[in-house]
């Protein structure tokens, strides 16, 4: 592959670790196995167990995780064929992967911050309709 197709597939490859990282990591239909997770992180005997059971409610930790078996799916490597290119892809992929997620995160807030205001608004008009 040359450098542009190389950078392509890293932001391309990057979407799916980014989406399966916020999917498992904040979603509702998760919500019962991270709530078990962040339990046993915090009340596990262990640390191992504790740090374990960690690597499931952080979006940042869990994202290494799917990186790699991204990685593993795809054989992709970034500008070495050995195991550099390995190591650069890995990082490469976390770090793209977690700038999506805040990029999403960021655009999550600002809607639900328009729907309070916009709720917040049409509270108030039917109020002033009442008074009037």
Not at 40 to 50: C, G, I, N, T
Request: net charge positive; charged share 25%; glycine share 2%.
């Amino acid at each position: 592959m040359n450098q542009e197709h190389e950078l392509f597939w890293l932001f391309i490859l990057a979407i799916p670790v980014a989406s399966i990282a916020w999917t498992v990591t904040h979603e509702e239909v998760f919500r019962e196995p991270r709530e078990y997770c962040v339990r046993q992180s915090k009340e596990a005997p262990r640390l191992l167990k504790r740090k374990f059971f960690y690597l499931f409610t952080c979006e940042f930790c869990f994202s290494h995780y799917v990186t790699v078996l991204i990685l593993l799916l795809t054989n992709y490597k970034l500008y070495h064929d050995d195991w550099r290119g390995y190591i650069l892809s890995g990082f490469s992929l976390v770090w793209i992967a977690n700038f999506y997620m805040s990029i999403y995160n960021k655009i999550r807030i600002d809607l639900k911050t328009g729907k309070l205001i916009s709720k917040k608004e049409e509270n108030r008009l039917k109020e002033q309709k009442k008074e009037d």
